[in-house]
Structures are given as structure tokens and as C-alpha cells.
């Protein structure tokens, strides 16, 4: 079964940092593009990053670049999002996300989400 | 950066078809074919129902159509149903590494 399923969410403190995990299962991990997608409370999805399959290539969605850091281990099947400097506008269901072999541009391959709240 | 622009709602009668717009800019929907669009109900991770602009993953019913013009792709939901009543987004390429989302439309089934 192809499944994504993410872990680390929590309450932090503004400012704080939090490391986030997406464990792949069911398919080619190593050859696939990884994203993370978030969503505030009630709002919308937004894009967060992007991983290539090495790891050479990454991006960030402009709140999040010098703050958050993409990375994957791909002899783990898993990938992280390390967060810093964390707002409380960072809080959000946080989400990891992929294509498939057969689609390669969109998200296939959703996680169930994990919860980052940050808050005094 | 900036998200591509959706209605905040639609709504529609049972059986019939309503149309959500997601209109972007020369440097996203206007330029790549790489348009898909998800659907999420409460509390749930979102699902894919169109890729590449017109493209239906197997399973969707094919009451669901994906079309673009220009700057602007559309989602169609052609005889509707009480349970496509969800948050609906569309999300495009946008070059050099970046993506963005719509802001989500509201479908509700009156």
C-alpha cells in the first residue's frame, strides 16, 4: 500500500525550532520529488518546499526561505522538514506530498498531516 | 509570490453542473499544462481529481473535467451530487522550482 505518514508535530514557542518527518512506504521513495504543503486553521493549502530525488534541488515558498529546511534520507524512506525560528503564523496542519511514476506533476501521494502549533 | 485566484464559493442544485475558475498569470497557468486540481472534505487530506489540465486519476468519476483558456483553468462538476460538497483547489507550476495553490472554492449542494 502506498502510503505517506507524517510525525513531529507539537506545541512550540515562538521562536522555537521543530523537526518534522514524512516515513514513505509502497513505492520508489529515491525517485520521486517530495513537497510539504501546509494549512492554517480554516485557510488554504500553500506550498511549502520542494526536495528533487537527491537532494541537490530545493526550493521554499518566500515565508519560509532562511527559516525552514528541506532534506530526505532516501536509504530511510523518509522525509524531514526542520523547522526554526518558528511563528505563530507557522501554525498549521503540516503535510508531505508526492507524485507518482505515472503523474508526474501533481500530488498523488498524500500524507494524513501532522499539527505544528506555534504559541505563548 | 502569489496564489492563483479561485471564488471563495460556488453552489449548485443536485444534478446540475457548476465551474470553478483558477485564473493565474503568464508565469504559471498561462505557461505550463501542469494545472491539477484537489478536492478536500472536513478534516481530510486533500485528493487529486484532474492533472495536466484535463486529465481524470482512475477512479474519479468522469463528472469531473478539468479545461484551461489562457490565463485561466477551469474545474467543471457536471451533474452534482451531495458528495462532492468540499473545498476544491487548483495548483499550477510556476518554473524554476515553485508551485503555487488557489485559495480554495467552497462547493456547496443546495
Known amino acids: 500500500e502506498v502510503q505517506l505518514v507524517e510525525s513531529g508535530g507539537d506545541l512550540v514557542q515562538p521562536g522555537g525550532s521543530l523537526r518534522l518527518s514524512c516515513a514513505a512506504s509502497?513505492?520508489?521513495?529515491?525517485?520521486?520529488?517530495m513537497h510539504w504543503v501546509r494549512q492554517a486553521p480554516g485557510k488554504g493549502l500553500v506550498w511549502v518546499s520542494c526536495i528533487s530525488t537527491d537532494g541537490r534541488i530545493t526550493n521554499y515558498e518566500d515565508s519560509v526561505k532562511g527559516r525552514f529546511t528541506i532534506s530526505r534520507d532516501n536509504a530511510e524512506n523518509t522525509l524531514y522538514l526542520q523547522m526554526s525560528s518558528l511563528r505563530v503564523e507557522d501554525t498549521a496542519m503540516y503535510y508531505c506530498?508526492?507524485?507518482?511514476?505515472?503523474?508526474?506533476?501533481?500530488?498523488?501521494?498524500w500524507g494524513q498531516g501532522t499539527t505544528v502549533t506555534v504559541s505563548s | 509570490q502569489s496564489a492563483l485566484t479561485q471564488p471563495r464559493s460556488v453552489s449548485g442544485s443536485p444534478g446540475q453542473s457548476v465551474t470553478i475558475s483558477c485564473t493565474g498569470t503568464?508565469?504559471?497557468?498561462?505557461?505550463?499544462?501542469?494545472v491539477s486540481w484537489y478536492q478536500q472534505h472536513p478534516g481530510k487530506a486533500p485528493k487529486l481529481i484532474i492533472y495536466?489540465?484535463?486529465q481524470r486519476p482512475s477512479g474519479v468519476p468522469d463528472r469531473f473535467s478539468g479545461s484551461k483558456s489562457g490565463f485561466t483553468a477551469s474545474l467543471t462538476i457536471s451533474g452534482l451530487q451531495a458528495e462532492d460538497e468540499a473545498d476544491y483547489y487548483c495548483?499550477?507550476?510556476?518554473?524554476?522550482?515553485?508551485?503555487?495553490f488557489g485559495g480554495g472554492t467552497k462547493v456547496t449542494v443546495l
Open positions: 506530498a508526492g507524485p507518482s511514476a505515472t503523474v508526474p506533476e501533481a500530488f498523488v501521494i
Open positions: 509502497g513505492f520508489s521513495f529515491s525517485t520521486t520529488w
Open positions: 503568464s508565469r504559471d497557468v498561462g505557461t505550463y499544462n501542469y
Open positions: 495536466d489540465v484535463t
Open positions: 495548483y499550477s507550476f510556476a518554473g524554476s522550482f515553485t508551485w503555487f
